[in-house]
């Protein structure tokens, strides 16, 4: 079991607190994943943009792909498959600026998915007393802040996927 102490000094990937992050968004969301996939027919990405579309009536894209937090093609795409499955649709308002909604239909699935998606989000947490939870969610909301500013005063290298693995 590792200590709280390898969170300060990793010495090797399983400390870095992003690949324990990552270990339990696997675990975890792969419950939710295939619930999503095999129960309801949508992807985890649809989840995703469905989930934010029906926390409010109209959304512009701009607003969807920030709170979504997913990039411009892979925001494309879910829109894309969330119109054709009827689940959402897509207007145009005068000035050709693009609006986002749910449709009843999709207010109906996330009706039945986000009991399922929240039960699984509890199971994750039924260990933690409420001292715990406060502090966790405080990590979270300072743990995101603080990536937030690094992505913004990082230079970092664009990423040439196109080439695959040479460089």
């Known amino acids: 079991m590792l200590n709280h102490q390898s969170l300060d000094e990793p010495s090797n990937i399983q400390q870095l607190v992003l ?3 990552s270990k339990v968004l696997a675990l975890g969301g792969s419950i939710v994943t295939r619930l999503c996939e095999g129960q309801f027919g949508i992807t985890r990405r649809e989840w995703s943009v469905l989930a934010v579309l029906a926390r ?16 411009k093609s892979r925001l494309s795409r879910g829109v894309t498959s969330l119109v054709q499955k009827e689940l959402a649709r897509k207007t145009y308002l005068a000035d050709r600026q693009l609006i986002l909604e749910i449709t009843d239909k999709g207010r109906a699935l996330y009706a039945e998915l986000f009991p399922l998606a929240r039960q699984v989000n509890l ?11 406060a ?11 603080r990536a937030q500013a690094l992505a913004a005063e990082m230079p970092l290298p664009k990423a040439e996927r196109r080439l695959g693995r040479q460089r």
């Open 19 to 21: 690949y324990r992050m």
């Open 56 to 71: 409010a009536p109209k959304m512009t894209w701009k607003s969807l792909a920030t709170q979504s937090g997913l990039d």
């Open 123 to 133: 199971g994750l947490l039924q260990d933690l007393d409420a001292e715990t939870l």
């Open 135 to 145: 502090c966790l969610d405080a990590a979270l909301v300072a743990m995101h802040e």
